[in-house]
């Protein structure tokens, strides 16, 4: 069984004060932690496990810059035998659309019964890149996928849907899945481990490797181009409690008996 | 006539509100184009559907096939492929949930149709499309534009368009043949499972605590058991606490989980990402306690509390247990 798993360093923003930088185009990204994005992260573990119960190996592929072999060799510490940076001016502004068309180009030259991305990505959200990727390399595709079992030539992938219903698939292979977070719990990975994969080489392919012309990626090979960002409209908005913690207890307790029927 | 056609979502014999959301933002939207408002119904034995979705379009597209009884992308592609081509619509609008962003970017892929996904605000100008979508989970808006020349596809995300009441449409259901033929299919629906019941049914309680992202280890959860216990109310958890196993399905609020109503719900270390709030966004007061005061869930709560959630948690549990006595 062989898998590819498409990953993506992205800021950590969930605890972060975020602020808009000069372009307007972006958030100020100059004091912020990146990490693997967390759909991603519990992809290339479902990856893995799934090497270990039916061998093969794991090929870890990323679009993006030098940073993100970061998140490649983090990849690689978790059990990933192989990894590839897909890199060139010429993908800068890639929107969910043509960043599938550059990664199915990187993805057909290698062989492969499986590929599993992330469901969405934390920054941009387009929750898109898996099933484009599908289409455009002639195979099919289940999106938001919380359980895999693996059949001989075919797959039977779990969807979660909404309200806490499931919705069990059979897709025969090769097959995309879109994996949803909370599949698996993703092993920890240790600096030693990190270490231990520093030296590993990580393939580039630039734009011309892959065949691909300028303007079929980037801003030109794109759907959408985005214009500005701006801070979302504030609600009215909660009347915020002060006071010292025993005060704000006494407070939270009068709004309970009030609003809860709280004896 | 311009045309925008909405493909309907429903599961298990039911229209999902997505559905209505997107006739509704469809029909303004039409109605500023000069344009037709349709609706594509994908299924078999929905003419009951087909007939609900009359007032809200011009046409209801009803396809039938034994193949298109449950949902499969596969099956979806096809058919919506033969009604897109024939039709041409300007505008193809599809739910942002777990359906639509299934079959929608294969089938724009498909048609070659430039599509914008999670759309949570659309404006018309002209012929020109802006839309608004969210990054970084919901801390910033975009304004975003399409590259290249519709026809277009957009996907919706749920709950960002009201149902507004409006004037009945004369709808004509138009019945399509099915272009799926007896090939199989390569993806097969098998069958549906529901979450396992949790021990305690969160959606009757009145007072529900809710845990989130905040919490930061296992061992924590307890702290806020307590506080739920002490007030009489239920432990509840929004997705993060769920995805590390930290607690159980049964206790998730939210999109993929419970949609619960309490009297009072508090919200302890939740941010408010608009898949959790769209689960509690029906309850009638909500206090939330962050250390961020820029967290969506102050924009939902009522009342609410700027501090470290393991100063206030244990306080507030003493207090209330020495109230209550």
Same mark, same amino acid.
């Given at each position: 069984m062989n898998i590819i798993v498409c990953i993506k360093r992205v800021p950590e923003t969930t605890d972060a004060d975020v602020f808009i930088d000069k372009s307007g185009k972006d958030i100020d990204k100059s004091g912020l932690v990146f990490d693997l994005n967390e759909w991603d992260s519990y992809a290339i573990e479902e990856a893995i496990l799934l090497k270990e119960k039916l061998g093969g190996t794991v090929t870890v592929i990323s679009m993006g810059g030098e940073d993100s072999n970061e998140s490649l060799r983090k990849c690689l510490a978790m059990g990933a035998d192989d990894a590839i940076r897909l890199t060139d001016p010429a993908f800068q502004g890639s929107d969910g659309f043509a960043t599938a068309k550059v990664l199915a180009e990187a993805i057909r030259k290698i062989p492969y019964d499986l590929i599993l991305t992330g469901? %969405? *990505? +934390? =920054?941009? #959200?387009? #929750? %898109?890149v898996g099933v484009v990727l599908a289409e455009l390399l002639g195979i099919l595709h289940a999106a938001l996928v919380n359980h895999i079992e693996v059949q001989d030539k075919k797959v039977k992938a779990h969807r979660e849907l909404e309200g806490g219903l499931e919705e069990v698939v059979e897709i025969d292979l090769p097959a995309v899945l879109t994996i949803q977070t909370g599949i698996n719990e993703p092993r920890y990975v240790s600096i030693m481990g990190i270490r231990k994969v520093a030296k590993k080489e990580i393939k580039t392919f630039r734009a011309s490797d892959l065949n691909l /012309? *300028? =303007?079929?990626?980037g801003l030109s090979g794109s759907d959408t181009r985005l214009e500005k960002v701006f801070l979302p409209p504030v609600g009215e908005g909660a009347e915020i409690l002060e006071g010292k913690p025993e005060e704000l207890a006494l407070k939270v307790f009068d709004i309970l008996k009030d609003k809860g029927g709280l004896s | 006539m311009k045309e925008i056609v909405v493909i309907a979502e429903h599961r298990r014999g039911e229209i999902r509100d997505i559905t209505w959301e997107m006739l509704s933002k469809g029909r303004q939207l039409a109605e500023s184009a000069g344009a037709d408002l349709s609706v594509a119904l994908l299924g078999k034995g929905v003419n009951h559907l087909a007939e609900a979705l009359k007032p809200k379009a011009k046409r209801v597209f009803l396809i039938e096939d034994e193949r298109l009884e449950f949902y499969n992308s596969e099956a979806y592609e096809r058919a919506l492929t033969q009604l897109i081509t024939e039709r041409k619509p300007f505008l193809t609008l599809i739910g942002h949930t777990a359906t639509g962003m299934d079959f929608a970017p294969s089938l724009a892929t498909h048609l070659k149709l430039p599509l914008a996904t999670d759309c949570v605000g659309i404006d018309l100008e002209g012929e020109t499309f802006s839309l608004t979508r969210q990054l970084y989970g919901g801390k910033v808006n975009a304004t975003v534009s399409f590259v290249k020349q519709g026809p277009y596809m957009m996907t919706v995300r749920p709950g960002a368009f009201p149902v507004l009441e409006k004037d009945p449409l004369a709808g004509e259901i138009v019945s399509l043949s099915s272009p799926l033929t007896d090939e199989d299919l390569a993806k097969r629906f098998l069958e549906y499972v529901e979450a396992a019941a949790g021990e305690v049914d969160i959606t009757q309680a009145d007072i529900l605590v809710a845990v989130g992202r #905040?919490? /930061? +280890?296992? +061992?924590? !959860?307890p702290m806020v058991k307590e506080l739920a216990e002490a007030l009489g109310g239920v432990l509840a958890c929004s997705r993060p606490v769920v995805d590390k196993k930290w607690l159980p399905k049964g206790c998730q609020v939210g999109t993929s989980g419970k949609t619960v109503k309490p009297k009072v719900y508090i919200a302890i270390g939740i941010s408010g990402a608009f898949q959790h709030v769209a689960g509690m966004k029906g309850a009638a007061t909500v206090i939330a306690i962050n250390k =961020?005061? /820029? *967290?969506? !869930?102050f924009s939902v709560a009522q009342y609410g509390i700027v501090a470290d959630l393991f100063k206030i948690v244990p306080v507030l549990k003493e207090k209330i247990k020495e109230l209550r006595r």
């Amino acid at each position: 069984m062989n898998i590819i798993v498409c990953i993506k360093r992205v800021p950590e923003t969930t605890d972060a004060d975020v602020f808009i930088d000069k372009s307007g185009k972006d958030i100020d990204k100059s004091g912020l932690v990146f990490d693997l994005n967390e759909w991603d992260s519990y992809a290339i573990e479902e990856a893995i496990l799934l090497k270990e119960k039916l061998g093969g190996t794991v090929t870890v592929i990323s679009m993006g810059g030098e940073d993100s072999n970061e998140s490649l060799r983090k990849c690689l510490a978790m059990g990933a035998d192989d990894a590839i940076r897909l890199t060139d001016p010429a993908f800068q502004g890639s929107d969910g659309f043509a960043t599938a068309k550059v990664l199915a180009e990187a993805i057909r030259k290698i062989p492969y019964d499986l590929i599993l991305t992330g469901t %969405q *990505a +934390e =920054d941009d #959200g387009y #929750g %898109q890149v898996g099933v484009v990727l599908a289409e455009l390399l002639g195979i099919l595709h289940a999106a938001l996928v919380n359980h895999i079992e693996v059949q001989d030539k075919k797959v039977k992938a779990h969807r979660e849907l909404e309200g806490g219903l499931e919705e069990v698939v059979e897709i025969d292979l090769p097959a995309v899945l879109t994996i949803q977070t909370g599949i698996n719990e993703p092993r920890y990975v240790s600096i030693m481990g990190i270490r231990k994969v520093a030296k590993k080489e990580i393939k580039t392919f630039r734009a011309s490797d892959l065949n691909l /012309k *300028a =303007d079929e990626v980037g801003l030109s090979g794109s759907d959408t181009r985005l214009e500005k960002v701006f801070l979302p409209p504030v609600g009215e908005g909660a009347e915020i409690l002060e006071g010292k913690p025993e005060e704000l207890a006494l407070k939270v307790f009068d709004i309970l008996k009030d609003k809860g029927g709280l004896s | 006539m311009k045309e925008i056609v909405v493909i309907a979502e429903h599961r298990r014999g039911e229209i999902r509100d997505i559905t209505w959301e997107m006739l509704s933002k469809g029909r303004q939207l039409a109605e500023s184009a000069g344009a037709d408002l349709s609706v594509a119904l994908l299924g078999k034995g929905v003419n009951h559907l087909a007939e609900a979705l009359k007032p809200k379009a011009k046409r209801v597209f009803l396809i039938e096939d034994e193949r298109l009884e449950f949902y499969n992308s596969e099956a979806y592609e096809r058919a919506l492929t033969q009604l897109i081509t024939e039709r041409k619509p300007f505008l193809t609008l599809i739910g942002h949930t777990a359906t639509g962003m299934d079959f929608a970017p294969s089938l724009a892929t498909h048609l070659k149709l430039p599509l914008a996904t999670d759309c949570v605000g659309i404006d018309l100008e002209g012929e020109t499309f802006s839309l608004t979508r969210q990054l970084y989970g919901g801390k910033v808006n975009a304004t975003v534009s399409f590259v290249k020349q519709g026809p277009y596809m957009m996907t919706v995300r749920p709950g960002a368009f009201p149902v507004l009441e409006k004037d009945p449409l004369a709808g004509e259901i138009v019945s399509l043949s099915s272009p799926l033929t007896d090939e199989d299919l390569a993806k097969r629906f098998l069958e549906y499972v529901e979450a396992a019941a949790g021990e305690v049914d969160i959606t009757q309680a009145d007072i529900l605590v809710a845990v989130g992202r #905040g919490i /930061k +280890e296992a +061992e924590n !959860i307890p702290m806020v058991k307590e506080l739920a216990e002490a007030l009489g109310g239920v432990l509840a958890c929004s997705r993060p606490v769920v995805d590390k196993k930290w607690l159980p399905k049964g206790c998730q609020v939210g999109t993929s989980g419970k949609t619960v109503k309490p009297k009072v719900y508090i919200a302890i270390g939740i941010s408010g990402a608009f898949q959790h709030v769209a689960g509690m966004k029906g309850a009638a007061t909500v206090i939330a306690i962050n250390k =961020d005061p /820029k *967290a969506p !869930i102050f924009s939902v709560a009522q009342y609410g509390i700027v501090a470290d959630l393991f100063k206030i948690v244990p306080v507030l549990k003493e207090k209330i247990k020495e109230l209550r006595r």
